[in-house]
């Protein structure tokens, strides 16, 4: 049947249209005009043309043609036309079934494939030593791939690149990857050029090229591929093949999010914790993280877990903190690992158990993080929830350490300071702080000024000392300032200054560091490196106390027996100085002596008891107490008379410089020369 238009025929061929006749001459091809825009196929000057394709009446060549089963020949890019428009699949003439299709082919060879996937997905065959059948099917499979691909299918050159990325059921082979993928990246394909793009980023079969891996993330992305549309987001936010930009970056992280792709709603949701590329929002932080993590992305759920026990964008929750970092640690994460651990240490959000706590930090550890090698060896070095091994501390210590973690060599130091589960060696101590205090971890700062003001392991330096000790100082290292506080106030490799001694000892007062409390009180109270004010001083006086330092319990003690900056209390004194005083801190133990002898404060008068608190601070070389004890024992009051164990007290609180004293010494003396002389000092 010969119609007698294109038109016509497309119209009818279907109904049997009527056959008309038409010359020959007339149904041949035109000659194409100079302007060349004829789109109608012609042969090749060489061509040798066998016939007319029936479909679009134009010469077909033996290049061009297609016989179908049935004999009758067509250009294959007119049956392919037909599929496309969804008509009956038979041939036009005689209506024979048409060949399946090279997409019909290629879902055949999908068929294939997926049978021995999921055969290997379950464990019941390996890709290297595949059964028999199992080979065979793969080999079809890659054969009609081939076939498909070599003829120019982007699906099929697409599916065959993935195979040799893989390297499933073929060598593998990224130049052959490489190679296919850029076939059907080059049709518009969009996984294709996504594929192509990772392995131009990652150099794998190519020449490693950034901008290339841009180029062709972007041409997928604009498809609509959301994992392309991730990596575009990726490759703007790092500034790499392309010029950084994290507005671009968070709008197809956004696109690709919008897609349910979890990476991006991971990526995304961390642009907005961060307030890079869009607004910062907490709120749709936690919002993208969790539909990252209701898909089952650990870093995601660990994510969430970390919002949700800091009560960032979501209400403060440890146990919805636990629940997710087990979700990811479960998945084998190790930082979730990690932070389970530690809130199994602590309690929180769970029961404490440092056995769990073990556990986990086992797990992250096995993974090599640091961080929990040296929390896991810290529990080795106390026995909580394992056996103490200081051995093993020593291990962890050291695993984490030569990762150059700060607590760690910090840590390792302190083990061979006291020579716990490893030789003692104090030099070998010193290097590890000094490690430690490199990287700038504070306490190591603090540690290492300690051990060059010592000279321990190395040469003391005092001037170097206090540098290491404001480096951790300056990074809010409380013990560090309190020390530096000191360390000014005596001018200790330092130019003296008590405006910088006061100013160091209130920052660590203010962090509580009682020794530091009592320091400032004391300076306040005599007015040096800032203004004089007992009130405040008697404040930090009473914080340090609460603390148990005896130094502030003292001082206190007698700004309440002489009613300065507080109200003038007897009892309170006593009770400050009993308390300082039963930690053997001289001066209160002299003050309490003063008061039992005067029956002050509500204790009863008593010199004996009196006596025993001068002998205890006098023998610790507190120079009053010696001096009053001198007094009782030249008296015989609270003691027996005796004028040998008067001088003995009177002449060791003359060595140290005390005047009256020595007065007391040379009035005994001159007594004892000429009797009639009025008695001592301590008689009534």
Not at 21 to 50: F, L
Not at 163 to 184: H, L, N, P, T
Not at 487 to 514: F, M, P
């Amino acid at each position: 049947m010969v119609y007698c238009s294109r038109d016509c025929q497309r119209a009818h061929w279907k109904a049997n249209h009527k056959k008309y006749c038409i010359p020959k001459a007339d149904r041949a091809p035109q000659p194409q005009s100079a302007v060349g825009d004829s789109k109608e196929e012609t042969p090749e000057d060489d061509a040798v043309v066998v016939g007319e394709c029936s479909i679009c009446l134009d010469p077909l060549t033996d290049a061009s043609a297609k016989t179908l089963s049935c004999d009758h020949m067509f250009h294959s890019s007119c049956i392919d036309e037909l599929r496309k428009f969804g008509l009956n699949q038979s041939c036009p003439l005689c209506r024979t079934p048409l060949p399946p299709g090279p997409e019909k082919n290629v879902e055949e060879a999908t068929r294939r494939f997926m049978a021995i996937y999921r055969l290997v997905s379950r464990g019941d065959a390996t890709w290297s030593t595949l059964p028999g059948p199992a080979q065979q099917e793969i080999d079809a499979a890659i054969t009609g791939w081939r076939e498909l691909a070599e003829g120019g299918l982007a699906s099929a050159q697409h599916n065959l690149g993935m195979m040799y990325e893989s390297g499933y059921g073929v060598a593998q082979s990224d130049v052959q990857a490489a190679k296919w993928f850029r076939k059907a990246a080059e049709q518009g394909h969009a996984a294709a050029q996504c594929y192509l793009g990772i392995l131009f980023e990652e150099g794998r079969g190519v020449v490693r090229s950034s901008a290339e891996a841009a180029r062709w993330y972007k041409k997928s992305a604009e498809q609509g591929f959301a994992q392309a549309q991730f990596y575009l987001g990726h490759m703007l936010e790092r500034g790499r093949g392309v010029a950084k930009s994290d507005v671009e970056a968070a709008q197809w992280y956004q696109k690709a999010a919008d897609q349910n792709f979890a990476e991006a709603q991971c990526y995304l949701g961390r642009l907005y914790e961060e307030g890079r590329g869009v607004a910062h929002s907490d709120v749709k932080a936690a919002q993208w993280y969790r539909k990252a993590a209701d898909q089952g992305m650990a870093e995601t759920q660990c994510n969430l877990g970390i919002m949700h026990q800091s009560g960032r964008g979501v209400a403060q929750s440890d146990s919805e903190a636990a629940r997710w970092y087990r979700k990811a640690g479960n998945q084998g994460f190790a930082q979730a690992q990690l932070n389970l651990g530690v809130l199994y240490e602590s309690g929180r959000g769970v029961s404490q158990s440092y056995k769990e706590a073990a556990k986990w930090l086992k797990k992250a550890a096995d993974q090599g993080m640091p961080q929990a090698l040296c929390n896991l060896g810290q529990l080795y070095e106390s026995g909580n929830g394992v056996e103490l091994n200081y051995f093993e501390a020593a291990t962890c210590f050291r695993k984490a350490a030569a990762q150059n973690f700060g607590p760690a060599q910090c840590n390792l130091g302190i083990l061979y300071d006291t020579g716990a589960g490893v030789k003692q060696d104090v030099v070998e101590a010193a290097k590890w702080f000094k490690k430690a205090a490199d990287q700038g971890f504070a306490p190591a700062q603090s540690i290492y000024g300690s051990v060059l003001e010592k000279g321990t392991g190395v040469k003391q330096n005092l001037k170097e000392a206090a540098q290491w000790y404001q480096k951790a100082a300056e990074q809010g290292d409380a013990m560090a300032q309190s020390i530096l506080g000191n360390i000014y106030e005596e001018g200790r490799g330092v130019a003296q200054s008590d405006v910088k001694a006061a100013h160091w000892t209130r920052k660590a007062a203010e962090q509580g560091i009682a020794d530091a409390q009592a320091s400032l009180g004391r300076m306040l109270e005599k007015g040096r490196g800032l203004g004089k004010s007992e009130s405040e001083a008697a404040q930090w006086y009473k914080k340090a106390a609460d603390q148990g330092d005896e130094a502030a319990q003292s001082n206190l003690g007698s700004l309440y027996a002489n009613g300065r900056g507080v109200a003038k209390n007897d009892p309170e004194a006593l009770r400050c100085f009993q308390k300082a005083a039963t930690q053997g801190f001289a001066p209160a133990q002299y003050y309490l002596g003063v008061l039992i002898e005067a029956g002050r404060g509500g204790a009863a008068k008593d010199d004996a008891r009196a006596a025993h608190w001068f002998q205890q601070a006098a023998s610790q070389g507190h120079p009053t107490a010696q001096c009053h004890l001198g007094m009782l024992y030249e008296a015989g009051r609270g003691v027996p008379r005796s004028d040998t164990e008067a001088a003995q007290w009177y002449m060791k609180a003359a060595d140290q410089g005390m005047g009256q004293a020595h007065d007391y010494l040379e009035a005994l003396f001159s007594r004892r020369r000429d009797p009639k002389q009025k008695s001592g000092p301590g008689r009534r």
